[in-house]
């Protein structure tokens, strides 16, 4: 029975089919019954009508169910202890956002970045020249420039570049070049002596060329919202991924400083070879290398564009309209679909430290009344306005309201014109892939070959994507609950002969639209609190929102983080302290996989299950919201010096593992952590002020993280309310502990 039960979950079916009625997958429910059968918790009374069909070779529909039948049988002998479902295949992908301050070191980072761009780097883009610096305004200009400089090019070489191109020589080159052509331009090329000469960035950093607007060079420092294009020199030919990763860290801290920046302009100059790049929010891309020598017209051109090029040309954000020191956005009103213009704060009180992902930016109005968010979402995605109404219309309490939204672009049209080539594949690396949702079963069965299900057609794609397959499904399970196992297990061979679950698509690169909404109310951000009491309500209500959200709106949230948790005027909030905000990744129950190519998530908040590629269920977001609470608890709290001194903060500092290494590690560290006495050394890290909020959170641990023969992570089975109920239960105690001041000094 062992060797049978084995095969079985060496199918692929067994891992992509997943059962209705316990939302677990077959490969799960197999491996638990090979675990009892082997205690001996099961006759053989049990197997003998599915091994009997094997042994006769009996049609895979027939085996198949037999399979569900016994599964179905023994679930009454030994139900679950907790409900593990079928991840529902985005992959997640990592984000370095989580790097901030002293963690944005050039191996932390570049570390992070490189699970960025891994999979989504092209090179040799078809149309990259044509598109970027022909047929515009200035081409003209660029050109005229070549033909002067034409009669320095003698017999295929630059005579007046330097050989060898060393570093100082080259500036000198660029200078008197700037000076001979581009005295009129409105951009200018610009060198950095060392890290002083930069300001607004968190890490300290030197730049070998950059561009900015002569109207921002007054001061002898450069601020990194003013860069406008980055170069990067090399006397020699140098590693290419380490190449890239410089460039890649400087891009980082631009779209840092300006977080509404829709893509940048960078090259590589390194002996006597160039490569011009773009980076967007879906990666970065390139012209291919060519030699300046070689392509003398190519290379003049490019160097000129680039302080040639306006605004747009730029990838600067064009849509808040700049007056004086004043900025605009212009929405459509939800209510009655007409303009409405709001103005906003000068600093985002949201944004994310990375390249690849959504690069959410919330502002506020300047009257405080409302928020403004922009991010870039999959067009594979429901859009978050959809949710909002969707949530408004079934009543939930606690989540943002939508005033207004506006689509502004997206990244298939900013790369429009351009033929992408199969992504560029590292040759070597330490560090592997995290991208992919779940190993793929073995699709042999060794002595079991008559299992035929999926041969000769697994490489084959099919024309329906899974998203619209499984809504299909849905709705007929719905209209008909009383499928019978034989229905079933025909689906079940239909599907296993498509396309995979974890299928990423056709498309070249991942399409995300870039989007404006309008929310109120207004709030401030989590680590913003004023008071202890202030920090546990804002937690508690947002915990009721979100309970509000899965049970009324029949929507999981799946993205709890601390900047999508906002502290909010009762008044002014329905008696709200703390709503959500942010359903860019949100699913509603019952619904099909969403067709994303990938989930970027917060490893730092991130549930164990899910790192582990187990679909996401309210629980885990209930997980999420406790680490948040952590989070703020053991570092923010020091960061802001909250009645604490930052020189007193220890220096083990725990939560650096929640984020570094591959998801596997990050998920044991959790996983440790969690446990009493993992647990005791993290309460270790808070603050003295704090000493107040540990038995809450020792309560909640306690309530998401029983310990029954071992530490369960798992959602357990029963009526969600179960462990919604006793978590806001702690919190009031908590809360009116502290306002009882009886344990705030």
Known sequence: ???????????????????????????????????????????????????????????????????LNLIKTLSYISPPTSVVALSDGTPITRSSASHQGDDQTKKLLEEAIFYEIKERTYGNVGGFFKKYFVGKEWTKESRKIYK???????????????????QGKVRKWLSDFQKEFLSNTQSEYFTSENCSDFTGAEAKRQLDFFVKRKSDAASTRH??????????????????????????????????????????????????????WVFDRSGPYS????????????????????????????????????????????????????????????????????????????????????VVKFSWTSDKRSPEANYLNLARERGVTGLASLLGHHQITSIKELRNGLEFPAAHRFR?????????????????????????????TSKKRSSTTPDNRQSKKSKSSGQNSSLNQEHQATELVKDAGTISLYDSGTEAFDNRLLGCLAISPAGRALSDFRTIEELLTAFRDSIKAHSSLYLKGKILHRDISENNIIITDPKKANGFTGMLIDVDLAKEIGSGRTGARHQTGTMEFMSIQVLRKVAHTYRHDLESFFYVLL????????????????????????????????????????????GVNGFKELLKEFPPV????????????????????????????????????????????????????????
């Open 690 to 745: 704090l000493d107040c909020t540990k038995p809450l959170c020792e309560e909640i641990r306690e309530i998401l993280f029983p310990y029954k023969k071992g530490l369960l992570v798992g959602t357990p089975p029963g009526p969600p309310e179960n462990l919604y109920k006793p978590i806001i239960k702690a919190f009031d105690k908590a809360i009116a502990s502290i306002a009882a001041g009886k344990d705030l000094q």
């Open 287 to 370: 012209s291919g290398e060519f030699n300046i020598h070689k392509e003398p017209e190519r290379f003049i051109c490019a160097i000129a564009g680039y302080a040639l090029m306006n605004n747009e040309e730029l990838g600067l954000d064009t849509f808040i309209e700049q007056n004086g020191e004043d900025q605009f956005i212009t929405i459509i009103d939800n209510m009655t679909g007409k303009k409405k213009e709001l103005q906003l704060e000068r600093q985002p009180f949201v944004k994310q430290r990375a390249i690849v992902c959504r690069g959410t930016t919330c502002y506020r109005t300047s009257d405080q009344e409302i």
């Open 148 to 166: 002067v400089m034409k009669k320095r090019h003698v017999r295929g070489q630059w005579k007046d570049l330097p050989s060898p191109p060393t």
């Open 631 to 674: 989070w703020i608890c053991a570092r923010r709290v020091w960061e802001k010096e909250f009645r604490c001194n930052l020189k007193d903060r220890p220096k083990s500092d725990i939560l650096t593992s929640w984020y570094t290494g591959d998801f596997n590690a990050i998920a044991r560290s959790k996983e440790h952590n969690m």
């Open 223 to 276: 601020d990194w919202k003013d860069i406008l294009v980055i170069g990067e020199h090399k006397q020699s030919q140098s590693d290419f991924k380490s190449l890239l990763l410089q460039l890649s860290r400087y891009m980082r801290d631009v779209f840092a400083a300006q977080p509404t920046r829709r893509f940048v302009h960078g090259f590589f100059l390194h002996d006597t070879t160039m490569e011009l």
């Open 1 to 67: 029975m062992g060797q049978l039960l084995t095969a079985l979950m060496g199918h692929q079916v067994a891992s992509e089919f997943t059962l209705k009625n316990s939302n677990r997958d077959v490969y799960t429910e197999l491996q638990d019954i090979y675990k009892k059968l082997a205690r001996g918790s099961f006759s053989y009374e049990h197997f003998c009508p599915l091994s009997q069909l094997v042994l006769v070779k009996a049609p895979d529909v027939d085996i198949w169910s037999a399979v």
């Open 428 to 456: 070597t690396s330490s560090i592997t892939s995290h991208s992919i949702s779940k190993s793929q079963p073995p699709r042999s069965f060794g002595t079991f070959r008559h299992f035929s299900i999926t041969e000769g």
